[in-house]
Nanobody, 125 residues
Framework: QVQLVESGGGLVQSGGSLRLSCTAS????????MGWFRQAPGKEREFVAA????????RYANSVKGRFTISRDNAQNTVYLQMNRLKPEDTGVYYC??????????????????WGQGTQVTVYS
């Protein structure tokens, strides 16, 4: 089973930036689609961004479009989420997810086979 480990979360002032990383614990990384979700206290987990294995197909939630950038390095078994111009509304636990199938359906938690443990992102005013 693929194991995912997120890192890069932290406390940041509004308007600042963070870069999240998600690395597969195994040496092989064959997931066709990688995604990022986030969950604020008392709220459901919501879609943030997704990227296909070729890195040529990307989708963002409207709330982060223009501010966040998702990328992946298949050789390093890693997917990234560069978060710029952060807002307090971006606060939450960010989760990395992997989907084995290459079918481009990415915005639901049910679309993914594996999940990381999450990393906390807190944005203050």
């Amino acid at each position: 089973q693929v194991q995912l480990v997120e890192s890069g979360g932290g406390l940041v002032q509004s308007g600042g930036s963070l870069r999240l990383s998600c690395t597969a614990s195994c040496y092989t990384f064959s997931s066709a689609i990688m995604g990022w979700f986030r969950q604020a206290p008392g709220k459901e987990r919501e879609f943030v961004a997704a990227i296909a294995r070729s890195a040529g197909v990307i989708r963002y939630a409207n709330s982060v479009k223009g501010r966040f950038t998702i990328s992946r390095d298949n050789a390093q078994n890693t997917v990234y989420l560069q978060m710029n111009r952060l807002k307090p509304e971006d606060t939450g636990v960010y989760y990395c997810a992997a989907r084995r199938s290459g079918v481009w359906t990415v915005s639901s938690t049910n679309d993914y086979d594996y999940w990381g443990q999450g990393t906390q992102v807190t944005v203050y005013s």
